[in-house]
């Protein structure tokens, strides 16, 4: 079955970075949109863009880019998402999320989410 | 970029039916497919509608999507409700380059 890993939570100072993982199984990691969403305590979701793990080709929503980076490692099924200057503000669940075989399909599967928490 | 707007909060006895509406500030509503997530508290969302009206398997027919051009919104009803619907539902829908997320609507069944 289809199976999307994040790895643990994270507690960082704010001006840090963090890098969450999301290893995978269960299908063709190539084949499929990665999206990565997060979600502050008690809110919303927040789409913060996606990587086409095939390409490696990224994007992001307008208000991470600049702090936001994502990659891939196809010999492990895993993707990446870096975020840089972290403020009290980023605090939040994240979550990897698999799309279809485009960007604009809806994410069918969803890691179990990373909180990464914010604070001095 | 535009917004999608849901109610906050909806709630409805058992056995009854229930919409969640979710309305596009800008850009039309049926020309971007509109998803919609299921998420029941402490756990990750599931997809429950795609591509406007289509269920994913497993997803039970009481869960139904539509689109309606004249109020440039999409519908989620659940038909039959059991107290397991009880969760937050949000719609989701893209422009050229971006993905966008409605606030969320928290169903209560009591």
């Known amino acids: 079955q289809v199976l999307l890993v994040q790895s643990g939570a994270e507690v960082r100072k704010p001006g840090a970075s963090v890098k969450v993982s999301c290893t995978t199984s269960?299908?063709?990691?190539?084949?499929?949109?990665l999206h990565w969403v997060r979600q502050a305590p008690g809110q919303g979701l927040e789409w913060m863009g996606w990587?086409?793990?095939?390409?490696?080709?990224?994007d992001f929503a307008h208000k991470f880019q600049g702090r936001v980076t994502m990659a891939r490692d196809m010999s492990i099924s895993t993707a990446y998402m870096e975020l840089s200057s972290l403020r009290s503000d980023d605090t939040a669940i994240y979550y990897c999320?698999?799309?279809?075989?485009?960007?604009?399909?809806?994410?069918?599967?969803w890691g179990q989410g990373t909180l990464v928490t914010v604070s001095s | 970029n535009f917004m999608l707007t849901q109610p906050h909060s909806v709630s409805e006895s058992p056995g009854k039916a229930v919409t969640i509406s979710c309305t596009r500030s800008?850009?039309?509503?049926?020309?971007?497919?509109v998803q919609w997530y299921q998420q029941r508290p402490g756990s990750s969302p599931t997809n429950v509608i795609y591509?406007?009206?289509?269920?994913p398997p497993g997803v039970p027919d009481r869960f139904s999507g539509s689109i309606d051009s004249s109020s440039n919104s999409a519908s989620l009803t659940i038909s039959g409700l059991k107290t397991e619907d009880e969760a937050e539902y949000f719609c989701?829908?893209?422009?050229?380059?971006?993905?966008?997320f409605g606030g969320g609507t928290k169903l209560s069944v009591l």
């Open positions: 999320t698999r799309g279809g075989y485009n960007w604009i399909d809806a994410s069918y599967f």
């Open positions: 269960g299908y063709t990691f190539t084949a499929y949109f």
């Open positions: 591509d406007d009206t289509q269920r």
């Open positions: 989701q829908s893209y422009d050229s380059r971006n993905v966008v």
């Open positions: 800008s850009g039309s509503i049926a020309s971007n497919y």
């Open positions: 990587i086409n793990p095939f390409t490696g080709a990224t």
